[in-house]
């Protein structure tokens, strides 16, 4: 009778161990699988992008503190194929590690700055004059702020990689018809946007609130980009995505490190981001000069003390 228990109990074990062995071989194959179509989407991505990068850019960046927020000046520029071109978009990405806590500082363009080695003129032509490096200086001269790296990226490239991102489009309610200067008609609602027009989007300033309201809008354009990076429905975007942002992306980063900041905030699915925009309400004024145009003047300590309050300093 014990022999004839047995019998069943050795067929179960048996069963379970073909179970058992046929799942773990189909993990492994789903792993490879999915590797070898990660690297083919990635060496496709890069291709597509490898020609764009401008590997002459002088940068020179303050070193990351132990327990420090790391600082990233990150700007848009309408190049249109030229060398020299305005900053049209600036903003510093603070990240908290540890916390995984993201900030960003929007700074209007407008801002009426003293770029060292010139005269004042308005904050955006300072990447005009002198690069990334004479922008970083200008604004760390300003607001006392360490800037460790810089992200820079060109419309065009920008356009290309929301498409490889979010071939559907990204999703945005637009608040009212949009098409003054900015190469694409908008209309008024929810929809999803193609790259041009997301692009056209973040850069329309063609009513009453002007640059407030275009820094405004890029802002809701990073967290519509974040949420579309964290979405797992375009998981399968994400290699080719990389391997274009690694050549699209102009950055002091290495290229390994470049791709793990963006793995980094993939895996862990909870970049909370809270947003400023400098200058701060009430603290600044317009005025207009023959050299520079119409610029915002502010109040540099004020927003100096906003900046630190709003990083926690």
Known sequence: ????????????????????????????????????????????????????VDLTIDFEGDKLQSGE???????????????????????????D?????????SLMRDIYA??????????????????????????QQMFDLPIHHYALIDFSSFESLVDILAPEGVP???????????????????????????LGYARFRADTEGDFGRVARQQIVMEALKNELLSIGNLSNTPKFLGAAEG???TDYSRADKAK???????????????LT??????????????????IEINTEKNKQAINDFLGK
């Open 97 to 105: 590690k540890k916390d995984n806590d993201v900030k960003i500082i």
């Open 1 to 52: 009778m014990d022999e004839e228990r047995q019998i069943p109990t050795r067929r179960k074990r048996k069963k379970r161990l073909r179970i058992g062995r046929f799942l773990t071989l189909f993990l492994v194959l789903v792993i490879v699988i999915g590797g070898i179509y990660a690297v083919a989407q990635y060496s496709i991505g890069y291709k597509l992008a490898n020609k764009e």
């Open 248 to 250: 699209y992306i102009e």
């Open 172 to 198: 945005i309610n637009v608040e009212k018809d949009m098409s003054e200067k900015i190469g694409v008609s908008l209309i008024q609602g929810q929809q999803n946007l193609t790259g041009k027009e997301l």
């Open 69 to 95: 927020r790391e600082n990233i000046l990150v700007l848009g520029v309408d190049s249109r194929g030229q060398k020299q071109a305005r900053s049209d978009t600036m903003m510093l990405v603070s990240w």
């Open 114 to 139: 003293d770029i060292p080695g010139y005269q004042s003129y308005k904050l955006n032509t300072a990447y005009y004059l002198g690069g990334v490096q004479l922008l970083k200086n200008t604004i």
């Open 278 to 295: 400098i200058p701060v309400e009430g603290t600044y004024t317009f005025n207009s000069y023959k050299h520079a145009g119409s610029v």
């Open 261 to 275: 900041r963006i793995i980094d905030a993939l895996i862990s699915g909870k970049l909370e981001i809270e947003k």
